[in-house]
Every structure is written in structure tokens, then in C-alpha cells.
């Protein structure tokens, strides 16, 4: 009685383990646009991993970079943020709006690097 | 294709921005020196209130004899017009181009209803060319270049259209949409899509000499 409780209980604690660890994959496939207040496009696609590792950018900072008191800080990065918490719908001085702090990150490296899309619809695809 | 749509985007929509507006100013002012020179007396009645009186009624749909004479073509006219101008200064991806590249942005209209409104133009455009080609008082007095300047117009309309859908290849339609408005910007001052340039003007002289000279409206 004692082993099938064991059996049971560790078949269980595996289950819900290897669920988890399937939920929290971060196979991120589209930037989430629930940000935005009535969503014009399709969210753009972007397979977080696959294409960090395709575009060869191990600096996490080079999108996700941390300001404090509006200087930039080097070496450190803010990957537990979202660009939302930070960059508001409206844009304000230097700091640009949402849309356009998505599309100059990710337009603004394609276009220097001559590599990536960079028309509309090759991001928010139909 | 990305070389070409930074080249049709950027250089030549300079360009065709500078024909655009250079060319707009030069023709008017010719205009205006020609007058001087030719028929200076036509400013003596030139009158702001019967200029702005005349392009008031005309701008207004049925507010004129010729307007309510032709309810069908009154209609179209000015849905085509209004889409056609609108559209494209409101459009929710020029305005995000615009944003990236010099940094001012305004008012746009949602996608859906834009989408609409290109529709519009399109059609608009179609019931001209079935009227060129159908109305034997207008077939008469139409040339091959009438053609070509409803084809500049309908252009980017339709190509932004099936570029919004993603039809067809889409970055290869998105280049011929942006080349397609580079001409057509640069087409406005020297063909006939310069009644948008000289409407105003003829319509301010109508007015100035029916009301000051004849003593009559223009509408
Ligand atoms: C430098 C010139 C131009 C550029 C760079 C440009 C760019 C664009 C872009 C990026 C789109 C969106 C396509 C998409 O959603 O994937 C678009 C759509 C469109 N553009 Fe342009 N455009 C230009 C000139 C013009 C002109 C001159 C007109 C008309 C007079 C025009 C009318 C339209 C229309 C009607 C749509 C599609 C609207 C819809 O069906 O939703 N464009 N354009
Ligand atoms: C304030 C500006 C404008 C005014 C007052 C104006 C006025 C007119 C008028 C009165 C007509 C004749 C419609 C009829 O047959 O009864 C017309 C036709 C037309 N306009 Fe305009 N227009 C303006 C701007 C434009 C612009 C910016 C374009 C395009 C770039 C344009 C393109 C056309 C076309 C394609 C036609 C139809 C020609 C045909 O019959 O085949 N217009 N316009």
C-alpha cells in the first residue's frame, strides 16, 4: 500500500512538473499587443529565442535596456519589464511612444544590419 | 525588394514630394504672372467676397444648378474627393511613416474604415472610366491621356489596397504602391490633376465676374 502511494504521488509530482515546465516555455511566437487600446494590426510575429539566436544577439540589453533617472544604465537589462510599464501610448520628450519604441527597435536593427523585415505586413502578418 | 522599397520610399518620395510642391507653386505663380502680363484688368473685379461666395456653393453638394442637374455624378464626385484626399493624409500607416521619419504625427482613421474609403476611390474611379467610355457627349471629348491620368489616380489606391490584404506578393506590391503615389504626387502639377490646383482660381474668377460685372450668380 505504502509503495503504490509512492508510486502515485511521485507519477504525480512528474505530471505537474513536466505541465509546468511545458506552460512556462518561453516559445513567445508574436509580441503581445494587449498593451495598445484597440489593436490595428496583427500582432507582429517574433519567435523570441529562435530569432535571438538566429540575429546572433546575445545582449539581452539590446532591447530589453534599463534607464534610470533617464540615463541609460550599461550592463544590466530589463527583461522582468515589459516595454509598456516604461514607454506609455503617447510618447513624451525623448522617450518615444509605444509603437514607435517597438518599431525603431526592431525596424531601426533590420534596416542597419540589412537583414529582417521591414514593411508592415511582413511583420503583422494576416 | 528591400533595397527598392528604400529607394522608392526614400529618395524618390523626396523627389516626387519636392515635384510635388515646387512644381505646385511654380505653376501658380506662372499663372498669376501670366495674367499680370496678359489680362491685368481681370484684377481690377476680382472681389473676395463673390470669390469665396462661387467656391462656397461649389463645394457643397447640390448646391448648385449643374450639382442637382446630375444627382449620380454630384455624388460621386464628391465621395471619390472626399475619400481620395482623406484617405491617404489620415491613413493610420502613412502617419506611422511619417511618425519614424521626422517625427510629427496627427489624427488617423481606424484601418477598417480606411480600407472603406479606398473602396470608394476605386469605384469612383471605375464609374468614371465607364462613363468615358459609355456617354457619347463625353466620349467625344476624351483623349488617351484621360485614361492615363484616371490609371495614375486609381494606382495606389488599388495597389494600397491589395497591400493592406497582403494579395499577391506583398513586398512586391508594397514597392509598386509606393512608386505608384511617387507619380502620382509628381503627375498633380503638370497634367490635368492640376484642377486641383487651379479649381480655386477659376471658380474665384467665375464668381468675381458673374457677381461684380454681370451682376448674377455662378451656381
Ligand atoms: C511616398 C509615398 C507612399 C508611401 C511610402 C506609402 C506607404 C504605404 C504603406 C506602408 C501602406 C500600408 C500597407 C500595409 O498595410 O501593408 C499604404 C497603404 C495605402 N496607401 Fe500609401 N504610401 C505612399 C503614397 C500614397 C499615395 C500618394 C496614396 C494615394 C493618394 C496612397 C494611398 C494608400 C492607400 C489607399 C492605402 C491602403 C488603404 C487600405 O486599403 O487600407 N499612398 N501606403
Ligand atoms: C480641391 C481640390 C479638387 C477639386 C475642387 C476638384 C474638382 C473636380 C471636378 C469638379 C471634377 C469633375 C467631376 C465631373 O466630371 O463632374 C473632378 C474630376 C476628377 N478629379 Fe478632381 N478636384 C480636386 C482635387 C483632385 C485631386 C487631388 C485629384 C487626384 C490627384 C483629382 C482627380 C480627379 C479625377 C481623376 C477626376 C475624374 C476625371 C474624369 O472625369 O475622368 N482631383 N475634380
Redesign the interface.
Known amino acids: 500500500m505504502r509503495n503504490v502511494t509512492l508510486i502515485a504521488l511521485s507519477l504525480l509530482i512528474g505530471i505537474v512538473l513536466a505541465l509546468t515546465t511545458a506552460w512556462s516555455q518561453d516559445d513567445m511566437t508574436v509580441v503581445d499587443n494587449a498593451a495598445f487600446d484597440?489593436p490595428?494590426?496583427t500582432p507582429s510575429v517574433f519567435v523570441h529565442d529562435e530569432h535571438n539566436e538566429m540575429a546572433e544577439i546575445d545582449d539581452c540589453a539590446k532591447c530589453h535596456h534599463l534607464y534610470e533617472d533617464g540615463k541609460l544604465v550599461e550592463d544590466e537589462s530589463s527583461e522582468d519589464q515589459s516595454c509598456s510599464e516604461c514607454h506609455d501610448l503617447e510618447g513624451s520628450g525623448d522617450q518615444p511612444s509605444l509603437?514607435?519604441a517597438f518599431?525603431?527597435n526592431c525596424?531601426g536593427c533590420h534596416?542597419e544590419q540589412?537583414k529582417g523585415p521591414?514593411?508592415?505586413?511582413?511583420c503583422h502578418?494576416? | 525588394m528591400h533595397s527598392f522599397y528604400n529607394f522608392v520610399s526614400g529618395p524618390l518620395a523626396w523627389i516626387a514630394f519636392i515635384l510635388f510642391f515646387g512644381g505646385s507653386t511654380y505653376r501658380i505663380v506662372r499663372m498669376l504672372m501670366l495674367v499680370n502680363e496678359k489680362e491685368k484688368f481681370i484684377f481690377t473685379y476680382m472681389s473676395w467676397r463673390y470669390s469665396l461666395r462661387s467656391i462656397f456653393h461649389w463645394i457643397i453638394p447640390f448646391a448648385t444648378v449643374n450639382w442637382r442637374r446630375q444627382p449620380v455624378l454630384t455624388v460621386v464626385t464628391f465621395a471619390f474627393h472626399i475619400c481620395l484626399m482623406a484617405t491617404p493624409i489620415f491613413l493610420l500607416s502613412h502617419v506611422v511613416l511619417w511618425d519614424e521619419a521626422f517625427s510629427i504625427s496627427w489624427w488617423t482613421l481606424p484601418d477598417a474604415m480606411a480600407d472603406v474609403m479606398t473602396v470608394i476611390v476605386i469605384l469612383g474611379a471605375v464609374y468614371f472610366l465607364v462613363r468615358r467610355l459609355t456617354l457619347p457627349e463625353v466620349k467625344f471629348v476624351t483623349s488617351g491621356s484621360d485614361f492615363v491620368i484616371l490609371a495614375i489616380v486609381a494606382a495606389p489606391f488599388v495597389t494600397g489596397f491589395f497591400a493592406y490584404h497582403q494579395w499577391l506578393s506583398y513586398p512586391l506590391i508594397m514597392c509598386l504602391h509606393v512608386l505608384a503615389g511617387d507619380i502620382m504626387l509628381a503627375a498633380i502639377p503638370f497634367t490635368r490633376l492640376s484642377h486641383m490646383l487651379f479649381s480655386p482660381f477659376t471658380r474665384a474668377y467665375m464668381g468675381s465676374e458673374f457677381g461684380k460685372v454681370r451682376h448674377a450668380r455662378d451656381w
Request: glycine share 6%; charged share 35%.
Open positions: 484597440n490595428q494590426r509603437v514607435k518599431h525603431t525596424k534596416q540589412k521591414i514593411m508592415c505586413g511582413e502578418i494576416k
